[in-house]
């Protein structure tokens, strides 16, 4: 899978591709070791249990590879669209490409998407036309099967119309396409997302696939298709709330949420700059010199922190931090510019200070409910 913005952490990097860490998460040793166990015994009474050990392992290093070529799919595409890719990670469930920015037409966004399950049912070609080259009911003639099957069932699960599987990008292009607003197309298919989980992958993993005899219906099956399930779940709904986020995001200005603030002098007790400023109606106090220049903002958590009977004898200097540059933002600044520009220089609070204007000050947690209320 493509994913912009989602982010995996931990794993074992076993190479590069095209400059990209590719990782191996610790969760995808447990699979191996479930696909080792669950086929040596059953493959040992056909060819004996060292040649059907071996054979389980190679079914689940293939497996390893036919994920990470899925991904080097969208990696290769991603990065010749300028995109910048930061991992390739092979998980328990699933692998994940990890694009740091978004595509920025619908089309890039379906190019990208579409080349997974494109590379997976190549794959799946190979894997049938490489069956004709061995004996039947032979070691080699089962493992080629096993690619075919596995990677022709990867790229039709892969295009379910639901992020954050491929084919929820390929529904998000669409109707990005027709509609013209990404985010808009982003909830369209995080919502199509949980109904997959909820309804189309129980349906076939529970009915479908066991009234073709594909597979049966047993406590594996069970647990298998929960977690498949909630993975799906979980992802789109991270994705639903990540466009809520950006929604939210033009409330996220310097304009609109930077408090009026009160300049008083460093030696002034506590007490009275806090009485000064509820009279005045200010809402933040900032500290200046004798000549009236900015030196320092105070910490409203240092001043709630202050018992009420101690502030007479604290001064306003003492709960305060004093200004550096990062802390100084452009009245203009709004949107993804205002949370750069946080991230850059990380505060509680932050001066805005214009010439023809008195000074104010932006609160980091006004502006963190603003976004996420």
Same mark, same amino acid.
């Given at each position: 899978?493509?994913?912009?913005?989602?982010?995996?952490?931990?794993?074992?990097?076993?190479?590069?591709?095209?400059?990209?860490?590719?990782? +191996?998460?610790? @969760?995808?040793?447990?699979?191996?070791?479930?696909?080792?166990?669950?086929? !040596?015994?059953?493959?040992?009474?056909?060819?004996? #249990?060292?040649?059907?050990?071996?054979?389980?392992? @190679?079914?689940?290093?293939?497996?390893?590879?036919?994920?990470?070529?899925?991904?080097? !799919?969208?990696?290769?595409?991603?990065?010749?669209?300028?995109?910048?890719?930061?991992?390739?990670?092979?998980?328990?469930?699933? !692998?994940?490409?990890?694009?740091?920015?978004?595509?920025?037409?619908?089309?890039?966004?379906?190019? +990208?998407?579409?080349? =997974? #399950?494109?590379?997976?049912? *190549?794959?799946?070609?190979?894997?049938?036309?490489?069956?004709?080259?061995? /004996?039947?009911?032979?070691?080699?003639?089962?493992?080629?099967?096993?690619?075919?099957?596995?990677? =022709?069932?990867? &790229?039709?699960?892969?295009?379910?119309?639901?992020?954050?599987?491929?084919?929820?990008?390929?529904? %998000?292009?669409?109707?990005?396409?027709?509609?013209?607003?990404?985010?808009?197309?982003? $909830?369209?298919?995080?919502?199509?997302?949980?109904?997959?989980?909820?309804?189309?992958?129980?349906?076939?993993?529970?009915?479908?696939?066991?009234?073709?005899?594909?597979?049966?219906?047993?406590? +594996?099956?069970?647990?298998?298709?929960?977690?498949?399930?909630?993975?799906?779940?979980?992802?789109?709904?991270?994705?639903?709330?990540?466009? %809520?986020?950006? /929604?939210?995001?033009?409330?996220?200005?310097?304009?609109?949420?930077?408090?009026?603030?009160?300049?008083?002098?460093?030696?002034?007790?506590?007490?009275?700059?806090?009485?000064?400023?509820?009279?005045?109606?200010?809402? &933040?106090?900032? $500290?200046?010199?004798?000549?009236?220049?900015?030196?320092?903002?105070?910490?409203?958590?240092?001043? *709630?922190?202050?018992?009420?009977?101690? %502030?007479?004898?604290?001064?306003?200097?003492?709960? @305060?931090?004093?200004?550096?540059?990062?802390?100084?933002?452009?009245?203009?600044?709004?949107?993804?510019?205002?949370?750069?520009?946080?991230?850059?220089?990380?505060?509680?609070?932050? +001066?805005?200070?214009?010439?023809?204007?008195?000074?104010?000050?932006?609160?980091?947690?006004?502006?963190?409910?603003? $976004?996420?209320?």
């Amino acid at each position: 899978m493509a994913d912009a913005g989602q982010s995996v952490t931990g794993g074992v990097r076993i190479g590069r591709v095209l400059g990209v860490p590719v990782l +191996v998460s610790p @969760s995808w040793l447990l699979f191996a070791a479930f696909v080792v166990l669950s086929y !040596g015994p059953a493959l040992t009474d056909r060819f004996g #249990p060292t040649r059907a050990y071996v054979g389980a392992a @190679s079914f689940a290093v293939l497996l390893l590879i036919s994920v990470l070529l899925h991904e080097i !799919g969208h990696c290769v595409v991603a990065r010749a669209f300028g995109l910048p890719v930061k991992s390739i990670t092979i998980t328990f469930l699933a !692998g994940l490409t990890e694009i740091t920015e978004p595509p920025q037409t619908p089309a890039r966004e379906y190019a +990208v998407a579409v080349i =997974g #399950p494109m590379v997976s049912l *190549l794959l799946a070609g190979i894997g049938l036309a490489t069956v004709q080259l061995f /004996e039947p009911d032979s070691l080699p003639f089962l493992l080629a099967a096993i690619v075919a099957i596995s990677n =022709g069932l990867v &790229a039709g699960f892969n295009l379910l119309p639901g992020l954050p599987l491929d084919g929820g990008r390929v529904l %998000r292009a669409a109707v990005w396409k027709v509609t013209g607003d990404p985010e808009k197309s982003t $909830v369209v298919a995080a919502w199509s997302g949980r109904a997959v989980a909820v309804v189309v992958v129980p349906a076939l993993l529970l009915i479908v696939l066991p009234a073709l005899d594909v597979t049966s219906v047993d406590v +594996v099956t069970v647990v298998f298709t929960s977690l498949i399930a909630a993975f799906i779940y979980v992802g789109a709904s991270a994705s639903l709330q990540r466009a %809520r986020f950006v /929604e939210r995001l033009p409330r996220a200005s310097v304009a609109a949420l930077a408090r009026p603030a009160l300049e008083v002098p460093a030696d002034l007790p506590l007490a009275e700059a806090v009485r000064r400023a509820n009279e005045a109606g200010a809402r &933040a106090i900032v $500290v200046t010199d004798s000549s009236g220049r900015l030196q320092a903002v105070v910490s409203e958590a240092a001043v *709630l922190a202050t018992p009420e009977e101690r %502030r007479p004898w604290v001064t306003i200097g003492t709960v @305060s931090r004093r200004i550096e540059d990062g802390m100084v933002l452009d009245p203009a600044l709004q949107g993804q510019e205002l949370l750069a520009a946080m991230r850059a220089f990380p505060a509680t609070e932050y +001066v805005v200070h214009e010439p023809s204007n008195a000074v104010r000050v932006l609160v980091t947690s006004d502006v963190a409910a603003a $976004v996420t209320a």
